[in-house]
């Protein structure tokens, strides 16, 4: 469980646009940029996060499972790189790369991105449906799928 609690954005509400550049390919990534995808989850992380330490490789496979199924993923850093240096653009793209992330690893200098969201700590999950409206936020669960049941793993 996080230290920091979620303010929590209200269910229903639009998703903010957001234009901030990936880590890995310096290219600027938009909202718009997921317009043809089913669902949007917004993932805000931290390399230096204890909790995003734990769920790293299920939010790798996560991208690695969906992929070519309609839910585009998109990863946000928005923690001050002076205070925080695994935050730091070059941290982080060192981070998605050894996860092999197939989706982006965005960095928010201005924290803009992270106060539209009401984002307070991470991870923070926020899930939009094909109309951008927000129908989850909060923790990713890890599941351990066995014949006829699913069973939570801690």
Request: glycine letters at 6%; hydrophobic letters at 40%.
């Amino acid at each position: 469980m996080v230290l920091t609690p979620s303010i929590m954005l209200t269910l229903g509400a639009l998703a903010a646009d957001f234009q901030l550049p990936d880590v890995v390919t310096g290219q600027t990534v938009t909202l718009a940029d997921f317009a043809d995808q089913k669902a949007l989850l917004v993932l805000f992380i931290s390399r230096h996060c204890p909790y995003v330490q734990h769920i790293k490789y299920e939010l790798a496979q996560l991208g690695q499972d969906t992929r070519d199924r309609g839910l585009g993923i998109v990863a946000i850093s928005s923690n001050d790189a002076m205070t925080h240096p695994d935050d730091a653009p070059d941290s982080l793209k060192e981070f998605a790369e050894e996860l092999n992330f197939s989706f982006p690893l965005l960095f928010d200098e201005s924290q803009q991105t992270a106060k539209d969201y009401f984002a307070a700590c991470t991870p923070d999950i926020f899930l939009f449906d094909q109309g951008r409206c927000l129908v989850y936020r909060g923790q990713l669960y890890q599941f351990k799928q066995h014949p006829g049941q699913i069973e939570h793993r801690e």
